[in-house]
């Protein structure tokens, strides 16, 4: 029996989509002097800040000492605040200063517009489908973090 192909497996055609999905949003995403580990910092901040840093590790998946370097890239280009805490004079949260919620709106619209053209060749249908099946994946695989990179 001869080994299988390339093309045989599923990983080929879903790494070769998520591939080209992922290059081209980091570009688009770039150009607004944003990495895509920026912007899913951003965004999970956008939905509940403010936030301590090991909570933040813990819902994108990454350690704290990540999480920090991304705050201090934010928090450099003024797009991230650390507040410290009242009492605890070592804890701190991390939020979006004005100008980075000011920025969620347009980040967030390259990303549907990069979804947008890349999925646009299937129907509504097939796209809620394709959706559901990865969903079902990440889910009975434990897979939680949130892809950076």
């Known amino acids: 029996m001869s080994p299988s ?58 350690t704290k000492g990540a999480i920090s370097k991304l705050a201090e890239r934010l928090i450099s280009k003024g797009l991230v605040l650390r507040t410290e805490h009242e009492t605890d004079k070592r804890a701190h949260a991390l939020s979006l200063s004005e100008a ?22 299937l129907g509504p249908d097939e796209r809620r489908t394709l959706v559901q099946l990865l969903r079902v994946l990440a889910e009975r695989h434990g897979l939680s973090a949130a892809p950076v990179d």
């Open 5 to 62: 192909s390339l093309t045989d497996h599923t990983g080929y055609w879903l790494r070769m989509v998520s591939n080209a999905v992922s290059r081209e949003f980091a570009r688009k995403i770039g150009l607004a002097d944003v990495t895509v580990a920026e912007w899913v910092f951003m965004r999970a901040l956008f939905d509940d800040q403010p936030v301590p840093p090991t909570v933040l590790a813990t819902k994108m998946g990454m």
């Open 100 to 121: 980075g919620m000011a920025r969620i709106p347009a980040l967030s619209a390259i990303a549907d517009e990069n979804d947008q053209r890349f999925f646009e060749a």
